[in-house]
């Protein structure tokens, strides 16, 4: 680990540059991909996450050197069935998958069916890390303890949840995710989360009036659940705008492992890098 990054943000943000709002070129994104993994703050920096609709069209196969041994997350983008086919094309790339994460539901919709396709997919896998992409809506607690006894059973499949996006009933309240973290926490049930967390403290977007939620303040929930907290004691950590409280929550566990939020795609490394650093909690500045 590097003196810069402390322990408890390692691999906290996973690089989203194609993904709204970013939506940077296939290219771009490759090469600023490199430019992170080689930083002085490349621990913080998570794997390049891909749709598998651009794997499937081939679109690696003049950016990355096979010899390169290029590392990526798989976005199932294309349906659950179009997975095996994404992970066999990236073969010839000479890339990997370190994770495969994909929605196993719509909003409203039974997430059964498609966690238990993502299950059987997870044994095929040799130890590949998969996160089943669940809404905050109907079912959400059986998908839950159905993916707790995957991984009692050995599978590395762990939760994900969408925390942000282009409609507002996608931003879950603080009490929602508040407790679908103190649930992941009660499973030791490991979670991603996606979309929205553009900045550390939680605040008011004046373009959209969207409130989103603050990564930070998700870190200071995540540990509070950890020890124990109760549901209305997350809650109110992810309430707060006033940074005061959340960064000495994470500042004095600065060398402490994460507890069980693996961390978020986010499609810019620059935002939350700078937000980390201007809070004290990251050791550095740009070259």
């Known amino acids: 680990m590097s003196t810069q990054v402390p322990r408890l943000l390692a691999g906290l943000v996973d690089d989203a540059a194609v993904f709204p709002p970013g939506s940077a070129a296939l290219p771009d994104a490759v090469t600023a991909h490199r430019t992170h993994r080689t930083a002085w703050y490349a621990d913080l ?14 679109a690696l196969g003049d950016l990355v050197d096979p010899a390169e041994r290029y590392v990526i997350g ?13 992970l066999s094309a990236l073969g010839p790339d000479g890339v990997t998958a370190r994770q495969v994460e994909a929605p196993v539901a719509k909003r409203g919709e039974d997430p059964q069916p498609g966690l238990a396709e993502l299950v059987a997919l997870a044994g095929r896998l040799d130890g590949t890390a998969v996160y089943a992409e669940i809404p905050l809506t109907f079912g959400l607690m059986g998908a839950l303890d159905a993916l707790a006894r995957a ?12 925390t942000g996006g282009l409609a507002a009933e996608l931003f879950p309240t603080p009490a929602e995710l508040a407790a679908v973290i103190s649930a992941c926490h009660e499973r030791d049930l490991p979670f991603k989360l996606t979309a929205g967390l553009h900045h550390a403290i939680r605040h008011r977007d004046p373009e959209t009036g969207f409130t989103h939620h603050g990564f930070v303040n998700v870190l200071a929930a995540t540990l509070a659940a950890a020890e124990g907290a109760e549901v209305d004691a997350v809650a109110e950590l992810l309430t707060a705008t006033d940074p005061v409280r959340v960064v000495e929550s994470a500042r004095a566990r600065r060398e402490s492992p994460r507890p069980l939020w693996v961390g978020y795609g986010s499609c810019s490394i620059s935002e939350p ?5 201007r809070l004290g909690l990251v050791n550095g500045g740009f070259a």
């Open 74 to 86: 798989l976005i199932g983008d294309t349906g659950l069935d179009q997975l095996p086919a994404a």
């Open 45 to 58: 920096v998570g794997p390049l996450l891909l749709p598998a609709s651009e794997i499937q069209r081939g």
């Open 273 to 277: 890098l700078t937000d980390l650093i």
């Open 151 to 162: 991984r009692a059973d050995g599978l590395p499949l762990a939760a994900k949840f969408r």
